[in-house]
Each structure stands twice: as C-alpha cells, then as structure tokens.
C-alpha cells in the first residue's frame, strides 16, 4: 500500500495551527472581569484546587509566587497557556488570612486601622511547552484610623466574605482607604499592567 503523503497540495499553503487556547485558573469573577480589560475572554475556566497553606517562615513575597506558579501547574494543558493569580495581604512579614468568618474578618480591620500595608499580587503563566513565567505586583495601602461604627458597618455589609484581608477595595471599603501607590487592579485581583506584559513576553496573541 502507497504511503499516505501529508503535504498540502502544490499551490496551497498548508493549514495554520490552531492558536494555543487561554485557560485562566481561577474561578474568582473579580479576575474575569478584569482580564476582560484586556480584551481576552478564557477559553476555559479552571479553579485550581492547591494546598494554600504557607509553609514555615515563608514571607509574603515568596508565598504569593508560589501559590501563583502551583496554581498555574495545577490547570497545565498542553494545548493552552494557563495563567493563575493569587494576592496576598502582609503586615510586614505577617500573612492576613483570607476571612471566612466575621471575627477573623474584624481582626484583620482592626490590625490594619490606621497604618500602611502591603498587597501582593503575583500572576504565572504556564506556556503550552511547560515553560513557566512570572510577574509580581507590590501595592502600598493605607486605611484610614477606622472607628468602630465604620468596623461594624463595613462588616455588616458582608464584602469581606473570602476576601485576603478581610476587605475588597473595589467595594465600599475603598471609600475607607486614605491612599494607594501601586496597581489598583492588582489590589482587585489581576495586575494588568504586569498581566499584558506577562502575555506578550510569552507570544500570546494580544492588542
């Protein structure tokens, strides 16, 4: 039997390859949203289920990266570029929790009243080819000294629900902080600035 040949016809370029989907592993909405800036829709939806737990004298700095870069191996595809995020919210070498109930979330605002903290935002992109590149984004916030009705109010409205820190800036708790020097979105979720860069450095497609 003749071999099958797997030219393309003299006269016709050959078929160009698919381009490499997008996965984002991350089911937060805030980071959809906020990819959207970007003009990118995910090609898929894929929440990482990691272990978030630091490990021992691990600093903020080296835990966000970490916990970016597993979260992007966790969704590897070998047909796509996964791109993960996680955002971390430090008082000095101290890693708040992510507030899952009401006194973790007024233990947070209480220790934050009034003084500067730190929130970083590290983002992985995993390539089609298992390279792995990463991007970090350090943000300065202030809150104002908050009294306690502003506690009791901003805790009753229910926005710190899982959020690092026990607040959401894109909330009401915005209106409570006195400034910021850094990347907004990357307080949010997703550092565009870094995210774009991350992308193109890469070679994924993007305006």
Same mark, same amino acid.
């Given at each position: 039997?003749?071999?099958?040949?797997?030219?393309?016809?003299?006269?016709?370029?050959?078929?160009?390859?698919?381009?490499?989907?997008?996965?984002?592993?991350?089911?937060?909405?805030?980071?959809?949203?906020?990819?959207?800036?970007?003009?990118?829709?995910?090609?898929?939806?894929?929440?990482?289920?990691? *272990? !978030? /737990?630091? $490990?021992?004298?691990?600093?903020?700095?080296?835990?966000? =990266? #970490?916990?970016?870069?597993?979260? %992007?191996? @966790?969704?590897?595809?070998?047909?796509?570029?996964?791109?993960?995020?996680?955002?971390?919210?430090?008082?000095?070498?101290?890693?708040?929790?992510?507030?899952? *109930? !009401? /006194?973790? $979330?007024?233990?947070?605002?209480?220790?934050?009243?009034? =003084? #500067?903290?730190?929130?970083?935002? %590290?983002? @992985?992109?995993?390539?089609?080819?298992?390279?792995?590149?990463?991007?970090?984004?350090?943000?300065?916030?202030?809150?104002?000294?908050?009294?306690?009705e502003e506690v009791d109010a901003y805790i009753a409205g229910g926005e710190w629900d899982g959020k690092a820190g026990g607040y959401a800036i894109q909330g009401s708790a915005e209106g409570l902080i006195a400034w910021i020097s850094g990347s907004h979105s990357g307080v949010v979720g997703l550092p565009l600035f870094e995210t774009r860069a991350l992308?193109?450095?890469?070679?994924?497609?993007?305006?």
């Amino acid at each position: 039997m003749a071999p099958v040949s797997t030219e393309a016809p003299v006269g016709e370029a050959p078929a160009a390859a698919p381009a490499p989907r997008l996965i984002l592993a991350s089911a937060s909405p805030r980071r959809r949203e906020l990819i959207a800036r970007l003009g990118l829709t995910p090609d898929a939806i894929a929440a990482a289920d990691i *272990d !978030e /737990t630091p $490990a021992a004298r691990e600093v903020p700095r080296d835990y966000a =990266r #970490r916990m970016a870069r597993e979260k %992007a191996c @966790a969704a590897a595809s070998s047909d796509a570029f996964v791109l993960a995020g996680d955002t971390v919210v430090a008082c000095g070498r101290r890693i708040l929790p992510k507030a899952e *109930d !009401e /006194t973790t $979330a007024r233990a947070c605002l209480d220790l934050l009243s009034g =003084r #500067r903290h730190r929130v970083l935002s %590290a983002i @992985a992109l995993r390539a089609p080819d298992g390279s792995v590149r990463e991007r970090l984004s350090e943000t300065i916030v202030r809150f104002k000294p908050l009294s306690r009705e502003e506690v009791d109010a901003y805790i009753a409205g229910g926005e710190w629900d899982g959020k690092a820190g026990g607040y959401a800036i894109q909330g009401s708790a915005e209106g409570l902080i006195a400034w910021i020097s850094g990347s907004h979105s990357g307080v949010v979720g997703l550092p565009l600035f870094e995210t774009r860069a991350l992308l193109k450095s890469a070679g994924f497609a993007i305006a």
